[in-house]
């Protein structure tokens, strides 16, 4: 870690990198979001395509049947969200093996890559929300109210004990998650009205309020990739100047407390969603994907380089 | 000074914490609101074979449209959010699309929770609702020969049968369809089918349609009957060969029909 404190002319001068950042390097600069559609829509494409046209990947061996909820690829493997199935479990209903190895292998996957990965990378409501966040730093809307993000939490803690109350899965029923990939897979309800009070919440009233504030979705995926997530936003403290453009285009800029994050070496917080915002955006680069593992080794290599 | 700073700070700590349990409160009541309304949406919602029963469905269903998804006849859909069906569950009209009782059941193969019971081997013996025949608009009822539904019934001759009676003023028969509860499936093949403009004959869940007799009531007339089993005149070769069991005592007996008076 470097013993010299950056000054204000070098945060000047990195904000001047990105403003004069030349069209193929902005392009470049994007390639996270692209990347992020792709694996949404992508995701739901398969669903479709096996819902409607028949899509299979040998005979008789359908691609990718169901939803979000529950899902089986290629024949073979199950996959569940483990959040539904615990709301379930709480029911006191006893689940069937298939939706419980299912839920277990979703869970292993973003135990280990980062529970938030699922709302930047598959959650399609994440695109609305971002779409949002878009127009509402466009059209500069001004902040009503502030709230805790920890809201979240108590909404999960709630969802929980709902579901033992009432007897029904409490989130799964009102989720406009489901309802958004439900209806796009199955057909249209009036799900649709859900997200546009989600857009309009987010744009108008709230900054990041669904995705960021309320979804408890959200809130057990931050739980789950808290201490295990193995890929990481690396932060190079040696070479950032505090600019703060990182945390300016973060939906959840809490979790980039420049301080804390030098300290660890890495975006430590289960909150961040691996949306990959910061990291292209950085105009020192000190900001970047990396495993979790080769995280302080290569931080000592860029203090050694960079005095 | 420190004193009454920390009263001040104390009290307004506790009605932050009366503010916070009003608003989480209030939230989950709305929330609690929502979710009885909407499960206790429509009771007239058929469910795929094998379904548990509605309470245990609607909890274990994780609606992941796996069923519809697998029913080769796009019998099956999801009920859409804000529709009068409980959002997300898999649902049939039978008048669009029957359940046409694939004897492999794919969709509650394909179900990865439980919600459509793996216990269901034979098709036949699901029981997805019960088919009920208006008789004031039964064309059969009403003399004319159809009997669409009787020829239509994958179980016919067990879950719909024909009545004969005969008419006052003609030689020809009227051919009465009757449906049978412990061999209908409620798959809905004689509602796509009844040739009338609204249908004649349709299927509802059980509750909707069925009544209970209730445990008090003692049928006389009828062998199963334990309280005549000693004076029963007519039972096939039970007379004389062995001696008359004493009955077992009925719940509900009284001096009334033991004999006391």
């Not at chain 1, 006191?92 to 990378?121: D, K, S």
């Not at chain 1, 004990?161 to 406009?176: H, I, K, Q, R, T």
């Not at chain 2, 649902?91 to 179900?111: G, S």
């Not at chain 2, 369809?177 to 059980?206: L, N, Q, W, Y």
Request: hydrophobic share 45%; net charge positive; charged share 20%.
């Amino acid at each position: 870690m470097s013993a010299i404190e950056p000054t204000r002319q070098d945060a000047q001068a990195s904000l001047d990198k990105i403003h004069t950042r030349t069209l193929p390097q902005r392009l470049w600069s994007w390639r996270y979001i692209v990347l992020r559609r792709l694996s949404q829509l992508g995701i739901l494409l398969m669903f479709f395509g096996t819902a409607h046209w028949g899509w299979q990947i040998a005979q008789d061996v359908p691609l990718l049947t169901g939803n979000l909820s529950a899902s089986k690829f290629a024949g073979i493997l199950p996959m569940a969200d483990p959040f539904a199935v615990l709301q379930i479990f709480l029911t006191g209903h006893v689940l069937q093996t298939e939706v419980l190895l299912g839920a277990g292998t979703v869970f292993a996957f973003y135990l280990i890559l980062g529970g938030r990965v699922y709302c930047a990378w598959v959650c399609p409501v994440n695109m609305v929300t971002d779409l949002a966040n878009w127009l509402r730093m466009r059209l500069d809307v001004r902040p009503i109210f502030h709230i805790t993000r920890n809201v979240r939490y108590l909404m999960l803690a709630a969802a929980l004990v709902l579901s033992v109350v009432s007897g029904v899965a409490a989130f799964e029923w009102v989720s406009p998650i489901g309802m958004m990939h439900r209806e796009i897979i199955f057909g249209l309800g009036l799900g649709f009205i859900a997200l546009l009070a989600i857009f309009l919440f987010d744009l108008l009233i709230l900054k990041n309020g669904w995705c960021g504030h309320l979804c408890p979705l959200g809130a057990f995926w931050s739980v789950i990739g808290h201490h295990t997530a193995q890929l990481r936003v690396r932060f190079d403290a040696s070479t950032c100047t505090h600019c703060g453009e990182c945390a300016r285009v973060c939906p959840e800029p809490q979790v980039l407390n420049l301080k804390k994050i030098a300290e660890v070496g890495y975006v430590y917080s289960g909150e961040c969603s691996n949306c990959g915002r910061c990291s292209p955006l950085c105009p020192e680069g000190s900001l970047a994907f990396d495993l979790r593992p080769l995280i302080r080794k290569h931080n000592e290599r860029s203090a050694r380089v960079t005095p | 000074m420190a004193m009454a700073e920390k009263t001040v700070t104390r009290r307004e700590f506790l009605l932050q914490v009366a503010q916070g349990t009003a608003v989480a409160a209030t939230g989950a009541m709305l929330w609690l609101y929502m979710l009885r309304q909407e499960a206790r949406a429509h009771p007239f919602a058929l469910r795929p074979p094998g379904a548990l029963p509605e309470p245990d469905f609607l909890a274990a269903c994780i609606k992941c449209g796996k069923c519809v998804n697998d029913c080769p006849y796009d019998t099956l859909k999801l009920a859409p959010a804000g529709g009068n069906l409980p959002i997300g569950t898999p649902f049939f009209t039978p008048r669009d699309i029957p359940c046409y009782l694939c004897p492999d059941i794919p969709c509650m193969k394909a179900c990865p929770t439980g919600a459509l019971s793996p216990e269901l081997n034979n098709i036949n013996d699901s029981r997805m609702g019960l088919a009920v025949i208006d008789i004031e608009n039964c064309l059969s009822w009403r003399g004319l020969r159809c009997e669409i539904c009787h020829r239509e019934c994958p179980l016919k001759g067990k879950a719909i049968t024909l009545e004969t009676h005969p008419r006052p003023i003609s030689k020809h028969a009227m051919f009465y369809p009757m449906v049978h509860s412990d061999a209908c499936t409620g798959c809905g093949i004689c509602e796509k089918a009844c040739p009338t403009e609204e249908p004649a004959i349709r299927v509802f869940p059980h509750k909707m349609v069925q009544g209970k007799i209730g445990e008090h009531y003692r049928l006389g007339w009828t062998f199963e009957t334990e309280i005549t089993q000693d004076f029963k005149p007519s039972a096939p070769s039970a007379a004389g060969s062995a001696p008359a069991k004493a009955p077992k005592k009925a719940p509900g007996m009284d001096y009334l029909n033991e004999g006391g008076l």
